[in-house]
């Protein structure tokens, strides 16, 4: 039965029935039309996306053919013959997800993970088809599989984050990782209303970012969702479009300020979750992504099952981290997980995670360990 206080309005995406496809070099690069010919790209605008019918591969701007034979496609880039593999693609074209989020302030990029990766993360977090699993707290879930980093570099989420933070140097703001939400007990705090980093309107935090900033974007969220999103499952609660108010969520509607004081819930109950919340459902592999500003909270787990998702905070280059990132970099640089990333996917971790600035005495990273400085092997 659905919890009485909770009537929040629901968006639903449903599976889709048809995927585009990318076109993959064996390095990871993807393979895009451009200028009447084809290159190689780590950025996954339209021109990257191919629709496969039978053993023929389109590009879906230019209608520019390809032959595939045995799940593979061969192709001359720069007069170079290239053997390349055909790889899990969005259900619509990049420039889609971003007009939506222009316009709303967030979009929904529907199942667009691999299936086997869906699945690594799901036996990482113990979830779904891997509910009988004990986690592994002995490490860190970053060394665990080459899932997450992984999910951290697919390509089309990052384009449209680049897109609306109008530039292409980004990072995470924390290291990735898995967020499990547990099946409700009626007693225990929920992260109530309030605005991600680095914004962290409504949320007990030094250092925030004031009110009314402007058409300046400091941030966006970028959860994946590795369970399905239902809202009995617990999915994220959002007042959409609360990003263009540039201001913090309503104290009446219950802010996580208010919602860390201990004892709070069991005196005022549940933050709000009436008709002028919204809760978007989404199949796992999707990727939510909302400017930072909007007020959301944690979702009420009502089913008898854990769901998990994967978080990062996206911000501009300019913008400090809200963690250090490089330790966990430089930890998965030196594991086996590492041997398991394309190169693309190695650039695309490494450009996420390492956060440097050019100074008077050449290009640093900003992190306290000494092998990432100027002119280091690693950076």
């Known amino acids: ?101 222009s316009e709303q302030g967030w979009c929904c990029i529907t199942s667009v993970l691999d299936p086997g990766l869906v699945e690594a ?86 250092g925030k970012v004031p009110p009314g900033t402007g058409a300046t974007c400091l941030g966006l969220q970028r959860n994946v969702c590795v369970s399905p999103f239902t809202k009995e499952d617990g999915a994220t609660a959002f007042k959409l479009g609360s990003h263009r108010l540039d201001q913090p969520p309503p104290e009446e509607w219950g802010t996580a300020i208010q919602h860390s004081r201990p004892g709070y819930r069991e005196e005022h109950g549940l933050p709000y979750g009436g008709p002028e919340a919204d809760v978007v459902e989404a199949p796992g592999g999707s990727i939510i992504l909302y400017d930072s500003r909007t007020w959301h909270r944690t979702g009420v787990n009502q089913s008898g099952k854990r769901r998990a998702a994967l978080l990062q905070a996206m911000i501009p280059m300019y913008i400090l981290p809200k963690n250090d990132t490089t330790r966990a970099w430089k930890q998965v640089v030196e594991s086996d997980v590492y041997n398991d990333l394309t190169e693309r996917e190695k650039r695309e971790f490494e450009r996420l995670m390492v956060h440097r600035f050019i100074g008077p005495g050449g290009r640093f990273a900003i992190t306290g360990d000494s092998d990432l400085g100027r002119d280091s092997a690693l950076s």
């Not at 880039?77 to 259900?91: F, K, L, M, N």
């Open 1 to 101: 039965m659905p919890h009485p206080i909770l009537q929040e309005t629901v968006t639903r995406f449903e599976a889709p029935t048809h995927h585009y496809s990318l076109l993959c070099a064996p390095g990871g690069e993807l393979i895009a039309f451009q200028d009447g010919a084809l290159k190689l790209t780590d950025d996954a605008d339209d021109s990257v996306i191919w629709d496969r019918q039978g053993n023929t591969l389109t590009h879906v701007v230019s209608e520019t053919t390809l032959n595939v034979k045995d799940g593979r496609v061969t192709v001359t880039v720069e007069d170079q013959q290239i053997t390349s593999r055909i790889a899990h693609g969005p259900e619509n074209m990049p420039s889609e997800y971003l007009a939506h989020i």
């Open 121 to 206: 993360l799901e036996k990482i977090g113990c979830t779904d088809r891997y509910a009988g699993r004990e986690m592994d707290r002995s490490q860190n879930m970053l060394l665990q599989s080459p899932a997450i980093a992984k999910t951290a570099a697919e390509p089309i989420s990052l384009w449209v984050t680049r897109q609306y933070l109008g530039l292409d140097d980004i990072c995470i703001g924390h290291p990735p990782g898995l967020a499990i939400v547990d099946k409700d007990d009626g007693k225990r705090p929920v992260l109530a209303w309030h605005s991600d980093y680095p914004y962290h309107w409504g949320v007990p935090a030094r």
